[in-house]
């Protein structure tokens, strides 16, 4: 589990009791044979205190998965899987207050890890949030939906956004 003891983070983010379920459930499906995952998956979580602290509530969550989708990794030669991350979300009373951007941080130490040259997710392209957090973590974007998939299918269109991992990120402490 990311990060470790001793890393800046490790106050803040941390694997409760209570994800272990959900993260079994992520488990079982994104592991099974037939998935496009490549058999790595990590959820997340965010707290607002310790480990030690009385205080078990989850401010924020993330899935990390290995994956190898073939029109991503044509917009990234030269790697055959990356990093996907996925289902970011905070809490409200949380919000503006770097749980995302630390999250975000602990994917980045998770590619490291796992040995991953890129991270990679997408985002709704007119969500300003969404971009101007992924944006500030370093991602920029490598495809987009084509205009035409909006306007024929009426949906939003999205952004595959990818990041270069460093690490340096191990050395970093969330700027608050
Ligand atoms: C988007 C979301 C994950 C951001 O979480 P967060 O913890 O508030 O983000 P951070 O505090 O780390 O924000 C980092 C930067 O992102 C940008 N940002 C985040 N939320 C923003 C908002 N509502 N409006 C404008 N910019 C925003 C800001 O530039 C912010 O830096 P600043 O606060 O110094 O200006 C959160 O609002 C959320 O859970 N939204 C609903 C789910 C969702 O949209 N998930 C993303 C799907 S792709």
Known sequence: MLPQKGDPMHCLVNLSYFIVSIAFVHIKIFLHPFSECCGRYACIVAMPGCQQSEDKEIVGVVDAAAMADRHVL??????????????????????RQKVATVLLQACDATAIEWGFEYLVLQAYEDDKAA????????????????LWFSRLLGRRRKVILAKKVSASVYNKTPSM
């Open 74 to 95: 044509k917009a990234l030669p030269g790697i055959d899987e990356y990093l996907y991350i996925s289902g970011m979300a905070v809490v409200p009373k949380y919000r």
């Open 131 to 146: 971009r101007l957090l992924y944006a500030k973590a370093g991602y920029v974007v490598i495809a987009i939906d084509p």
